[in-house]
């Protein structure tokens, strides 16, 4: 199955490159870049707390090639965030790496069906930090995480209904779920569903994809991304990944995000405060103050 999926997927590409001259095509791309900075300083303060200094950088980069009937959208979006809390060391608090390739073709003004590629992973290396039974006080910090440990792939192949530029619903029974773990030592862990020592696991499955995109006031909006797969050798285990996000902008240069993201993956353990490993809701949320620059902005 997973040959004949990438072998459809391969014809569909090709056909989508060829079907492109046919139409008349119009480019559009965008890209901005973003800085947050916070600070607290306390020197002798009654009340009690400790000084921290957080930074942080949002960039996002997008390319849409739009014709008659299909629509061709490539996509990258990255955040990295970092804080200092007294004396510690900058410990990162926000990483996220998102390529995401779609093409779609239209049925009728409604329906149409889409191949899509999506990449998740991280930049940095991600850490636990737990108490040292041996030193009181003191931390020990354990790797969890690194670059492409995990990395998320996924390769839709489906149908699509959508209301204008608001509300859309993606259907993929032909849905290619690969998790990465590069790094030696988690791979070696067997961490984030793989077998110990292997660094893919490869699943089949069908995969469910809404998406919400309103604007609530003349600068505020808001957009949501919710997903469910479900392999077909364990078909009732949904893995669900749900994305928000809400832009407040004060003007073109200042501007303020709250985001968050929940994520439930049956192959995902989660070792709680006691040292047992359970499966276990994730869940994030990060709010953004800061300056953003409109890189560029073009359409033909």
Avoid at 6 to 16: E, K, N
Avoid at 177 to 188: P, R, W
Avoid at 211 to 234: D, R, V
């Amino acid at each position: 199955m997973k040959k004949t999926l990438l072998i459809c997927l391969t014809l569909l590409v090709s056909y989508a490159a060829q079907s492109q001259t046919a139409d008349s095509v119009k480019w559009e791309r965008k890209g901005s870049l973003g800085f947050t900075f916070a600070n607290v300083g306390l020197s002798n303060w009654a009340g009690g707390g400790e000084s921290s200094v957080s930074l942080g950088t949002i960039f996002n980069a997008a390319a849409v090639r739009k014709a008659t009937h299909s629509t061709w959208k490539n996509q990258v979006d990255f955040a990295l965030g970092g804080a200092k809390l007294g004396d510690r060391d900058f410990r990162k608090t926000d990483d996220a790496i998102i390529l995401l390739s779609q093409y779609k073709r239209k049925i009728n003004e409604k329906f149409g069906y889409s191949v899509s590629s999506i990449l998740r992973t991280q930049l940095l290396e991600g850490n636990n930090y737990v108490a040292d039974p041996l030193n009181p006080g003191e931390l020990i910090t354990e790797k969890i995480s690194n670059f492409m440990a995990p990395g998320y792939l996924s390769v839709n192949l489906g149908m699509e209904y959508s209301s204008g530029d608001v509300f859309t619903v993606s259907f993929a029974p032909a849905a290619g779920k690969f998790t990465f773990v590069m790094d030696d030592e988690l791979s070696a862990a067997g961490a984030y569903g793989v077998d110990p020592g292997d660094k893919v696991r490869a699943e089949f499955g069908t995969n469910v994809l809404t998406t919400l995109n309103l604007k609530l006031m003349e600068n505020i909006s808001f957009q949501s991304n919710l997903n469910f797969f479900t392999a077909y050798n364990s078909f009732g285990n949904v893995d669900t990944n749900w994305e928000t996000l809400l832009v407040m902008k004060v003007n073109s240069w200042f501007n303020a995000t709250f985001g968050t993201q929940l994520i439930y993956d049956d192959d995902i353990l989660i070792k709680g405060e006691d040292g047992n490993v359970s499966r276990e809701i994730q869940f994030k949320h990060v709010l953004n103050l800061g300056v953003n620059f409109k890189l560029f902005s073009t359409g033909n």
